[in-house]
Every structure is written in structure tokens, then in C-alpha cells.
């Protein structure tokens, strides 16, 4: 199982983004996808979570301003992000928790490679 983000770019304060990450390999089913950030010096934190019916959860400094959706069908997990801050910055993570083919019955988290946002003033 893999999956692989996109999406990260430098912007200026107030500009737009959108991320993807997209599941791949031996997938039977994921339950939920969603974003963490991890800015410079400080722990990874969760941005945005979205379940298979989709359920959404967002971070307090993100309500408003950031947007998750899903499509089931290509198991890809979108994250639009508007009005962006210099406090964004961060390196973006896309986390599936899904089970595989070979062990359906089990679910496990899966955590993407990252992808650098950089705001600017």
C-alpha cells in the first residue's frame, strides 16, 4: 500500500492551495483519510479527517478556511485550502486507515511521504 501526495507549493499569505493523496496497492477497504501537518520545530498535528460516509473533522485554526473531501471511487482524499497563513507552514501529511486484501478484516493506519507548504508574507 502506498500513498502519495501532491499538491504542496510556496504561496503568499491569503493565496490557495490543494493537496491530493491517492491510495494505492492491495486495498480492500479504508475507513476514514485525512491531513496532518507537522510545522518546523513542532509535533505533527491533525488538520482535517474525512470518513468513508463522509463525516468530516477539522482542526479549530483550520474551520473555515480548509475544505476535505473524498472520492471513494479513486481512493483519493482532496484538501483545498484557502486564505492560507504564514502559520500553515508546515509539511503536509495524508493519513488512510485501511485494510488490506490480504488481511480484510484487519485495519491499520498508513501514513504518506509529505508535501512541503510554504506561506510567505
Known amino acids: 500500500v502506498q500513498l502519495v501526495e501532491s499538491g504542496g507549493d510556496l504561496v503568499q499569505a491569503g493565496g490557495s492551495l490543494r493537496l491530493s493523496c491517492t491510495a494505492s496497492?492491495?486495498?480492500?477497504?479504508?475507513?476514514?483519510m485525512g491531513w496532518y501537518r507537522q510545522p518546523p520545530g513542532k509535533q505533527r498535528e491533525l488538520v482535517s479527517l474525512?470518513?468513508?460516509?463522509?463525516?468530516?473533522n477539522y482542526a479549530d485554526c483550520v474551520k473555515g478556511r480548509f475544505t476535505i473531501s473524498r472520492d471513494n471511487a479513486k481512493n483519493t482524499v482532496y484538501l483545498q485550502m484557502n486564505s492560507l497563513e504564514p502559520e500553515d507552514t508546515a509539511v503536509y501529511y495524508c493519513?488512510?486507515?485501511?485494510?488490506?486484501?490480504?488481511?480484510?478484516?484487519?485495519?491499520?493506519?498508513?501514513w504518506g511521504q509529505g508535501t512541503q507548504v510554504t506561506v510567505s508574507l
Open positions: 493519513r488512510a486507515v485501511l485494510a488490506t486484501t490480504q488481511r480484510m478484516g484487519v485495519s491499520k493506519v498508513y
Open positions: 496497492g492491495s486495498i480492500f477497504s479504508i475507513s476514514s
Open positions: 474525512i470518513t468513508s460516509g463522509g463525516t468530516t
